[in-house]
T-cell receptor, first 112, second 114 residues
Framework: GQQLNQSPQSMFIQEGEDVSMNCTSSSIFNTWLWYKQDPGEGPVLLIALYKAGELTSNGRLTAQFGITRKDSFLNISASIPSDVGIYFCAGRTGGGADGLTFGKGTHLIIQP | DAGITQSPRYKITETGRQVTLMCHQTWSHSYMFWYRQDLGHGLRLIYYSAAADITDKGEVPDGYVVSRSKTENFPLTLESATRSQTSVYFC?????????????FGPGTRLTVL
C-alpha cells in the first residue's frame, strides 16, 4: 500500500521561529492535504493542494505540492503558542473522495 | 450548523461485546469515512462509503462492520470487541469531485476494550 513518510516526528522551537515540515510518498498523489490536530479533537483541515507545483497560503501557513507529485511541504512563519499541536499530511492517489493516506504526524512544541 | 458529530465521545467495554459508534453529518456530503488513530500509526482508514448503501473496505477493516442506510449516518460496529481495538475512532465526511474532495473530521470517540 501507499506509505507517507512525514518528518520531523517532533519539533521543539522558540516562539517566533519559522517551522518547516514535509511529507514524502512512495506513490504519486493527486491531492495533498495538511491537517492540524489539537488534543482531544479531530483533525482540522488547514490547506488543500490539487496540482503539482501549487503553492497555497492560509495566514502564516504555506504549503506546496511538490513537482514530482510525491512530496509536499508545510511552512509556518513566526510561530505562536496556539500553533502547538500535531500536524498531519495526507494524500490521495485517485480522484473522488475515497480514503486518505495519512502521515504519522509532526508534533510541534513551542517554548515561550 | 452542527457539522459532523460522533457519539458516544467515550466508551469502555469488555472483550467480546458488540459496540456501535455513531456518526452523523448535516452537510449532505456523499462520502463518509471511519478512521482509527493509534500511537505510532497515525490515522488509518477502516471503511468508507461513497453514498447510501455503498461501502468499501479501507486499510484495516477486519473486525468492523458498517452500514449506510441514510446519507447522514454512518455507524461503525465492532461485532466482538478485542483489546487491539482500543483506539480513538474518527468519522469524517466529504464531497466528491475536483477541489471539493476534502474531508472534515468529527471530534472522535475514545474506545477502551478491557
Amino acid at each position: 500500500g501507499q506509505q507517507l513518510n512525514q518528518s520531523p516526528q517532533s519539533m521543539f522551537i522558540q516562539e517566533g521561529e519559522d517551522v518547516s515540515m514535509n511529507c514524502t510518498s512512495s506513490s504519486i498523489f493527486n491531492t495533498w492535504l495538511w491537517y492540524k490536530q489539537d488534543p482531544g479533537e479531530g483533525p482540522v483541515l488547514l490547506i488543500a493542494l490539487y496540482k503539482a507545483g501549487e503553492l497555497t497560503s492560509n495566514g502564516r501557513l504555506t504549503a506546496q505540492f511538490g513537482i514530482t507529485r510525491k512530496d509536499s511541504f508545510l511552512n509556518i512563519s513566526a510561530s505562536i503558542p496556539s500553533d502547538v499541536g500535531i500536524y498531519f499530511c495526507a494524500g490521495r492517489t485517485g480522484g473522488g473522495a475515497d480514503g486518505l493516506t495519512f502521515g504519522k504526524g509532526t508534533h510541534l512544541i513551542i517554548q515561550p | 450548523d452542527a457539522g459532523i458529530t460522533q457519539s458516544p465521545r467515550y466508551k469502555i467495554t469488555e472483550t467480546g461485546r458488540q459496540v456501535t459508534l455513531m456518526c452523523h453529518q448535516t452537510w449532505s456530503h456523499s462520502y463518509m469515512f471511519w478512521y482509527r488513530q493509534d500511537l505510532g500509526h497515525g490515522l488509518r482508514l477502516i471503511y468508507y462509503s461513497a453514498a447510501a448503501d455503498i461501502t468499501d473496505k479501507g486499510e484495516v477493516p477486519d473486525g468492523y462492520v458498517v452500514s449506510r442506510s441514510k446519507t447522514e449516518n454512518f455507524p461503525l460496529t465492532l461485532e466482538s470487541a478485542t483489546r487491539s481495538q482500543t483506539s480513538v475512532y474518527f468519522c469524517a465526511s466529504g464531497k466528491a469531485g475536483g477541489r471539493a474532495d476534502t474531508q472534515y473530521f468529527g471530534p472522535g470517540t475514545r474506545l477502551t476494550v478491557l
